[in-house]
């Protein structure tokens, strides 16, 4: 038992500081009395929006919301494993957020979300619903990033009248090669992060070229701009829950695609590590209405590495008429 806690405790601490990078103690201490209710003073970008809540089935979710000003579907943003709000790039939330009323989330049970993480895709999808809905929205954009964008699936397979069109990155499909393995690429990276004194995400997002390497230094500088009211790290029990809901996505069986009649846009690096390329390729060949980009000399965070070139992509894709 002593043995046991020793450990939980070590990779506690490791993913406080790790995942959630350039959180000082400090940072997570004044988040734990961050202000959540709206202050009525728009903001405009990523690096000070306020963060607000919504309640909804006993659970308060924690959510920040950009560009409400410009009407139109909302986009809506599901984040990654062991993500929380301040994981997303702040050039990609602001660029979108320039045209579209974009709004980014803590899954259940975690960061400043309440309730008990789920630890299945499809739980998560259902929670994500229950937030939109607890919103208001009639009808959303989704745009899910690797872990976000299983969940974006299973979204529009389980609510497809509240999907309009979707973007999926670094991601892939049910029973897809190598995504019952991510429990052991992450962990690994997560051990030569802490060896190397780095964060994981240089690891596991980009590649170990000259270009990939300044491109991960870059995203994490980017990631500390919000200096101020950061959001809480992931606990140790939820992100054990999203690998075993990631174990089990990666189990299951191929699931019909070709019944999402949406545009979805499809994107990844050339190189992913973590939800090997292949599944983007087989993503966009069983989405009936897809297109496809791959960066070159990129890895999971390909979006991140190719930010403005993606947001470009994004913005036109989500304003092509259907």
Request: charged share 20%; aromatic share 10%.
């Given at each position: 038992m002593f043995y046991e806690s020793k450990v939980r405790a070590y990779w506690l601490a490791a993913l406080a500081t790790l995942f959630l990078p350039y959180a000082s103690a400090a940072d997570l201490a004044t988040s734990s009395n961050m202000e959540i209710k709206s202050n009525g003073t728009p903001a405009t970008q990523w690096k000070n929006v306020p963060t607000q809540v919504v309640s909804a089935d006993d659970v308060d979710y924690a959510y920040r919301e950009l560009g409400r000003e410009n009407g139109g579907t909302p986009v809506i943003l599901l984040v990654h494993l062991a993500a929380v709000l301040d994981n997303w790039d702040p050039r990609v939330v602001d660029g979108l957020a320039a045209k579209h009323h974009v709004i980014a989330f803590d899954n259940r049970g975690v960061g400043a979300s309440t309730g008990s993480a789920a630890n299945s895709i499809e739980q998560m999808a259902d929670d994500a619903t229950t937030f939109i809905k607890a919103k208001g929205f009639q009808q959303v954009d989704l745009l899910g990033f690797s872990m976000g964008g299983m969940i974006a699936q299973e979204i529009v397979l389980k609510q497809p009248q509240l999907v309009r069109k979707l973007i999926l990155a670094g991601t892939g499909p049910a029973g897809g090669p190598g995504i019952s393995s991510v429990a052991g690429?992450?962990?690994?990276?997560?051990?030569?992060?802490?060896?190397?004194?780095?964060?994981?995400?240089?690891?596991?997002?980009?590649?170990?070229?000259?270009?990939?390497?300044?491109?991960?230094?870059?995203?994490?500088?980017?990631?500390?701009?919000?200096?101020?009211?950061?959001?809480?790290?992931?606990?140790?029990?939820?992100?054990?829950?999203?690998?075993?809901?990631?174990?089990?996505?990666?189990?299951?069986?191929?699931?019909?695609?070709?019944?999402?009649?949406?545009?979805?846009?499809?994107?990844?690096?050339?190189?992913?590590?973590?939800?090997?390329?292949?599944?983007?390729?087989?993503?966009?060949?069983?989405?009936?209405?897809?297109?496809?980009?791959?960066?070159?000399?990129?890895?999971?965070?390909?979006?991140?590495?190719?930010?403005?070139?993606?947001?470009?992509?994004?913005?036109?894709?989500?304003?092509?008429?259907?």
């Open positions: 690429v992450a962990n690994y990276d997560l051990l030569r992060a802490i060896f190397s004194g780095q964060d994981p995400k240089q690891f596991l997002f980009f590649t170990r070229t000259p270009n990939g390497i300044a491109a991960g230094k870059a995203f994490l500088q980017r990631l500390q701009e919000r200096s101020e009211n950061r959001d809480r790290a992931i606990s140790f029990g939820a992100y054990m829950a999203q690998l075993q809901a990631l174990k089990a996505w990666g189990e299951k069986p191929a699931v019909d695609l070709s019944v999402i009649k949406q545009p979805v846009l499809v994107a990844n690096g050339d190189h992913d590590r973590m939800v090997p390329t292949s599944n983007t390729y087989d993503l966009a060949k069983r989405l009936r209405n897809s297109e496809l980009v791959i960066y070159p000399d990129a890895g999971h965070g390909g979006v991140f590495q190719y930010h403005e070139d993606f947001v470009s992509k994004a913005l036109a894709f989500l304003a092509q008429s259907q």
